[in-house]
C-alpha cells in the first residue's frame, strides 16, 4: 500500500474577505456548473474556465458581457451567493472542482442537494446555508460591489457593521479548518491502516479446497 506517497492538496479554510458574485437562479444542477463535455479529466485544475459554461459564453466562445462572473469585479470573486437548491442533478465532483479552480471557496445559499453540499467539504469549499431574507440582505452586498467577511472559525459573515451566525457540521467544520480531504483522513489513520493488513495477509482465512485437497 502506498500512503506514504499520498498527500493532500486540500487548502484550509479558516477566513475569507471578498465582493460576492450573485447569481439569483434556482435549482442551478451540475451540469450548468460543468456540462458534461468537460468531464473526461480526472484531474482537479483546468475547469475554471468552463464553469457555467452555457452562461458565460455565446455559441461562438465569446463571453456574455451581462454574467455577473463576467463582469468587474465579480470575475475575481471568491463568494457565490446563489438561489435555492444549489448543485442538483447528478453527483460529478466535478462541479465543486470547477468552482475551487474558478476562485470559488464558499458558496451561500438557501439550500442544496445533498451530495454536491457534501463534496463542497470534501474538496475545500465552505456551502453556508441561510434563510432567503439573509440571502437578499446580502445580494446588496454584490451590487454594491462591496466586501463580505466569512469567520469560519466563529461561524459568522461580517458585512458592513453586521454580522449573520450560521451553523455547521463540528466535524466538517474541523476538516475545512485542517485542510483535511478524505485522502487526509485516511493518512492519519495509517498506522491503523497498515497493522490491519498485516494482520490480514498473516491471518488468511484455509479456503474449503485447500481442505479438501489435505483430506485426499
Given amino acids: 500500500m502506498m500512503l506514504e506517497s499520498i498527500k493532500t492538496k486540500m487548502q484550509k479554510f479558516n477566513s475569507l ?12 444542477d451540475t451540469d450548468m456548473i ?24 455565446d455559441d461562438n466562445g465569446n463571453e456574455i458581457k451581462d454574467f455577473i462572473l463576467n463582469q468587474e469585479p465579480h470575475n475575481q470573486s471568491k463568494i457565490l451567493i446563489a438561489g435555492k437548491n444549489f448543485g442538483c442533478g447528478s453527483s460529478r465532483e466535478h462541479a465543486p ?17 445533498d451530495i454536491f453540499y457534501s463534496n463542497c467539504f ?3 469549499i465552505l456551502p453556508i446555508t441561510l434563510p432567503e431574507e439573509k440571502i437578499k440582505e446580502l445580494s446588496e452586498y454584490s451590487k454594491r460591489k462591496e466586501e463580505i ?4 472559525n466563529e461561524e459568522k459573515i461580517i458585512f458592513g457593521n453586521s454580522e449573520i451566525k450560521f451553523d455547521i457540521d463540528p466535524f466538517k467544520k474541523k476538516c475545512l479548518l485542517e485542510g483535511l480531504d478524505d485522502i487526509a483522513l485516511s493518512l492519519a489513520k495509517k498506522e491503523k491502516i497498515i497493522t490491519f493488513e498485516e494482520n ?17
Fill in 17 to 28: 474577505t471578498s465582493i460576492p458574485a450573485y447569481l439569483p437562479i434556482v435549482n442551478i
Fill in 34 to 57: 460543468i456540462p458534461k463535455q468537460f468531464l473526461k479529466t480526472i484531474k482537479r485544475t483546468g475547469l475554471g474556465k468552463n464553469l457555467f459554461f452555457e452562461m458565460r459564453y
Fill in 97 to 113: 472542482w470547477a468552482l475551487l479552480d474558478f476562485g470559488i471557496t464558499c458558496v451561500i445559499s438557501s439550500s442544496y442537494a
Fill in 122 to 124: 470534501k474538496n475545500g
Fill in 149 to 152: 467577511s466569512i469567520d469560519l
Fill in 200 to 216: 490480514l495477509k498473516n491471518n488468511k482465512p484455509v479456503s474449503y479446497t485447500h481442505l479438501r485437497a489435505h483430506e485426499t
